[in-house]
């Protein structure tokens, strides 16, 4: 083994000797309430770094951490050595800041005429308030910004918010260039269009009608702050450093090809995007939407198009017309659904009984709709097997009813549709089950010119009660009794001349104890 030589042995010495403000590195060694013990690598002796000296909370280090530290004080007498590692990474940091560098940095304090920044959030500089980018009452920023190093001078550091975002914007608009694909992230949305950050530094518009090729979108449905979107660049102004996006030339347009996915006559399916008086629109696909005139919509008598669609309902439609270059359709919604009255014969027969809606109310009856472009018609007197004077009291628009198919006249588009005769003419059964002298209970139901008329309990008839045969006391039935009155009578006179007709019932209360026969035919007579 070689011997060293003096001088040798003397920088050996040299480096581990303990001086003030030699930095070394060391791991913890112990952790205490007032700070940290640190052991030095390649030195002999410990040191004490206090929490004030530490670049964080003393919570946060581990034994056997690795930090670096800068002397302060060395005290051999009572062997306690005080370090720092927030000086040692000032020292540190401060060495590798060059001038024309970019860093990070912290916003400290607002100073006369700018403010104090802390470069890696250690080295103090100073950031003038011309090229800070913010106004005079702005808040100070809490995250970290970037900044350039435009002076060093001794320990005077001064640093340009402004200069850095400027680099940065000349880096981006020299990489991007129009027709690029880029992402960004939705910032704000308007009436007129979107804001999308693509970078730190750069925000991009988003026109409205570049959103999609369905220019009545709903833009805050359709984006929304914070989403994540792709899209085209159409428009690049370097030097006012702004740039314009397309999303909608993601995809083709879609009236280039309108005319061969959907050619006239062919029958395709929609949704219903909205409804107006004279019709309703259909979106196709995206950016593809055809109107269904009112014309178009209704095979017969011509109703509210709301009871037919609504909007968001999937429909089926036929493509009537196209123009490609007013990019406009003309759809028929009836001629998808086929005409009902083409083959109503392989569908309907008279005698059938069909479910039907009260689609209006008239004078002398409704008009009953049996399905979509189908109607018939009910007069007043198909209505019940008893007496109908008011077609309002017995159906309402809307009501659902079982009707049977009197007739069918497909040439005129007619058919003829009775209520009563959906069921059996009640009147069978009351013929079969009562007879003159018999007594009955009813209810009154509504007062006529000489009389009031008796629901018959169990048979759902009605009876005739004249004024004459309700009270010895006064000739107006009206005087004695209510409607809805529940009442018990004789029955005069009972018979059904046609099993497909109304029967006839007359009653008393006078009579109940003294039934005369020949009254009951001189009230029929009467009636006649």
């Known amino acids: 083994m070689e011997k060293q030589s003096f001088e040798e042995l003397m920088e050996d010495l040299e480096i581990i000797e303990l001086k003030r403000g030699k930095i070394f590195e060391g791991k913890v060694l112990e952790i205490d309430n007032d700070g940290l013990w640190v052991a030095l690598e390649g030195c002999p002796g410990d040191v004490f770094v206090t929490q004030d000296e530490l670049s964080k909370s003393k919570e946060t280090y581990k034994i056997e951490d690795l930090i670096t530290v800068k002397i302060l004080k060395v005290n051999d007498a009572e062997g306690l050595h005080l370090a720092s590692e927030k000086k040692a990474m ?5 060495n590798e800041i060059k001038e024309g560098e970019n860093y990070k940095a912290i916003f400290k304090e607002r100073v006369k005429n700018g403010y104090t920044v802390l470069i890696e959030g250690t080295v103090k500089a100073f ?6 980018l913010l106004r005079v009452y702005d808040e100070m920023p809490s995250e970290e910004v970037g900044v350039k190093v435009i002076a060093k001078n001794g320990k005077n550091i001064i640093v340009s918010r402004k200069d850095y975002v400027e680099e940065k914007l000349d880096d981006f608009f020299n990489i991007y260039k129009m027709g690029m694909l880029v992402e960004g992230i939705i910032e704000d949305v308007k009436d007129f269009g979107a804001f999308v950050r693509l970078s730190e530094y750069v925000t991009a518009f988003l026109p409205r009608n570049e959103v999609s090729w369905n220019n009545k979108v709903d833009l805050k449905e359709f984006l929304k702050k914070g989403k994540k979107i792709k899209a085209i660049i159409t428009n690049i102004d370097q030097e006012n450093k702004k740039i314009n996006l397309s999303m909608k030339l993601l995809k083709n347009d879609p009236w280039e090809t309108v005319e061969e996915k959907y050619p006239v006559g062919s029958i395709v399916k929609g949704v219903v995007t909205k409804i107006f008086p004279f019709g309703f629109t259909v979106e196709i696909e995206e950016g593809v939407e055809g109107l269904v005139h009112e014309s178009q919509i209704f095979w017969g008598r011509r109703g509210r198009i709301e009871n037919v669609v609504k909007v968001g309902d999937i429909v089926s439609v036929k493509v009537l017309e196209i123009d490609k270059n007013k990019r406009k359709m003309n759809l028929s919604y009836k001629l998808a659904l086929g005409d009902p009255w083409e083959n109503i014969e392989e569908k309907y027969s008279e005698g059938t009984i069909v479910e039907g809606v009260v689609e209006k109310i008239l004078e002398n009856g409704a008009i009953i709709k049996v399905k979509e472009g189908l109607t018939g018609f009910l007069h007043v007197s198909e209505l019940s097997w008893n007496f109908i004077d008011n077609v309002n009291n017995y159906l309402k628009e809307g009501n659902t009813v079982m009707v049977k198919i009197l007739s069918i006249d497909k040439d005129n588009r007619k058919m003829r549709l009775s209520v009563r005769k959906s069921t059996e003419n009640p009147w069978k059964k009351v013929i079969k089950e009562i007879k003159p002298g018999d007594i009955v209970k009813g209810k009154i139901t509504r007062f006529v010119d000489r009389g009031a008329i ?15 045969k309700a009270s010895f006391d006064s000739k107006n039935v009206r005087d004695i009794f209510e409607i809805g009155e529940e009442v018990k009578v004789k029955v005069l006179e009972v018979n059904l001349e046609n099993e497909n007709k109304r029967g006839n019932m ?23």
């Open 506 to 528: 007359v009653v008393s209360i006078i009579n109940l104890n003294n039934f005369e026969g020949k009254e009951a035919e001189e009230i029929l007579r009467d009636l006649e």
């Open 454 to 468: 008796v629901l018959v309990d169990d048979h759902n008839v009605e009876a005739y009660l004249p004024s004459s």
């Open 90 to 94: 000032w020292e540190k940091i401060f």
């Open 127 to 132: 950031l003038p308030g011309s090229l800070s």
